[in-house]
């Protein structure tokens, strides 16, 4: 049994900050890599960050400067803090842990940025 929880999504103004948290449980006994990827509507869904289990990170173009990806050191616990949020963020926001064996996905959190 693995489980997958995100948190801390909501309604914030253009220029505001959120911060996602991520906790995948139960079955995973390894430091998985693990990112965060969103999706608005009618649009595919895309990475926004990653982090390796070594605490590499990566991100999108389109939130370099502005987002960061962590984790706690030595868990599957990762938190995306997101500053000078623009209308465009608008999205939900899903946590990905990536296994050796299977990728499993949370069920997702809402970001939506007013102008």
């Known amino acids: 049994q693995v489980q997958v929880v995100e948190s801390g999504g909501g309604l914030v103004q253009a220029g505001g900050s959120l911060r996602l948290s991520c906790a995948a449980s139960g079955s995973i006994y390894v430091i998985s890599p693990m990112g965060w990827y969103r999706q608005g509507p009618g649009n595919q869904r895309e990475l926004v960050a990653a982090?390796?289990?070594?605490?590499?990170?990566t991100y999108a173009d389109s939130v370099k400067g502005r987002f960061t990806i962590s984790r706690v050191n030595g868990k599957n616990t990762v938190y995306l803090q997101m500053n000078s949020l623009k209308p465009e963020d608008t999205a939900v926001y899903y946590c990905?842990?990536?296994?050796?064996?299977?990728?499993?996905w949370g069920q997702g959190t809402q970001v939506t940025v007013s102008s």
């Open positions: 990905n842990v990536d296994s050796s064996r299977s990728r499993y």
């Open positions: 982090i390796t289990s070594g605490g590499i990170t």
